[in-house]
């Protein structure tokens, strides 16, 4: 059940995975904080579709790998829009290369958003989670961090290593009477992916049993349902959203 005056930070929820999670919570009622990095614009563009409708969120800039700003994310939300309750770490980064030519400094910037992000978030919110005996902490990983992929070690490590604080975490939190889940998106449908170009997409498309690319809804239905208490007996959970990919 939601505490009254509570609200949801979905991190880097300018734009695709994130933006879908922080629009669809809003659906379901809650008070949503949206970050973004660097486009101003597109988490503007989150807040107004989810004003729209009726919900209520606000906007914060945030780099989630620095833990000053994380902590000015959390207590600004926190004021506008009351204690974080549900925490969803959505931002990541990601990019193709070789092993042999990944730098010191693109290990350390993907670990630094794609994990530290992470731990820097859950440790500003936990002290009042652990106080209320109440909260729910869900990260979202990849197929890659449950497989390892060619040309994304770095990337593929980051979401492993996310998946080991989940279970961790969740076995330590839950005398706490706070849940931590992790999704494990296939491939998605966003800009992140862009890259790839279309022929490849097409490619993981027919390779995907379901014979298509995910959406962000797609994660956005599953983050509302680990979101809702439809899910209070779960924690620890890896759930992998892949249309079959790796199966
Ligand atoms: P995306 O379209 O590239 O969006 C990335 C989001 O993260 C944007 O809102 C971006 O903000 C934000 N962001 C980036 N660096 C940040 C930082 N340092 N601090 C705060 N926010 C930051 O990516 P996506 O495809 O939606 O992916 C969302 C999450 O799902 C990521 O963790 C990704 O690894 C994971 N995932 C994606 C796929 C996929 O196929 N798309 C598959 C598995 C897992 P700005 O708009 O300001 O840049």
Redesign the pocket.
């Known amino acids: 059940m939601r505490y009254k005056n509570s609200c949801a930070l979905v991190?880097?929820?300018?734009?695709?995975?994130?933006?879908?999670i922080a629009r669809r919570l809003a659906r379901d009622g809650w008070p949503v904080c949206v970050?973004?990095?660097?486009?101003?614009q597109?988490?503007e563009e989150t807040v107004n579709l989810i004003r729209n409708h009726g919900g209520n969120a606000v906007l914060i800039?945030?780099?989630?790998?620095?833990p000053d700003?994380v902590k000015n994310l959390i207590q600004t939300a926190e004021k506008e829009l009351g204690e974080i309750e549900l925490l969803i770490?959505?931002?990541?980064?990601?990019g193709q290369v070789l092993f042999q030519d990944i730098t010191d400094e693109i290990w350390n910037r993907y670990f630094?958003?794609?994990f530290f992000?992470a731990r820097n978030t859950i440790r500003e919110v936990l002290p009042r989670m652990i106080h209320k005996k109440h909260g729910n902490i869900i990260n979202?990983?990849?197929?890659?961090g449950l497989r390892g992929a060619s040309c994304e070690s770095a990337?593929a490590c980051t979401?492993a290593a996310l998946i080991a604080l989940t279970r961790s975490l969740a076995l330590e939190l839950a005398p706490s009477g706070i849940r931590v889940n992790c999704?494990?998106?296939?491939?998605?449908?966003?800009?992140?992916?862009q890259v790839l170009g279309q022929d490849v997409l097409r490619d993981l498309a027919n390779q995907t049993p379901l014979d298509r690319?995910?959406t962000?809804e797609d994660?956005a239905d599953l983050a509302a349902f680990l979101a809702s208490d439809q899910s209070n007996f779960m924690t620890g959970q890896v759930i992998t959203s892949d249309g079959g990919f790796i199966l």
Not at 183 to 193: F, L
């Open positions: 991190t880097g929820s300018s734009r695709g995975i994130g933006r879908a970050n973004y990095y660097q486009n101003q597109a988490g800039q945030a780099d989630v790998s620095k700003d770490n959505n931002a990541g980064i990601a630094g958003v794609n992000g979202i990983s990849s197929i890659w990337y979401k999704i494990a998106p296939g491939v998605i449908n966003t800009d992140m992916v690319l995910g962000p994660i």
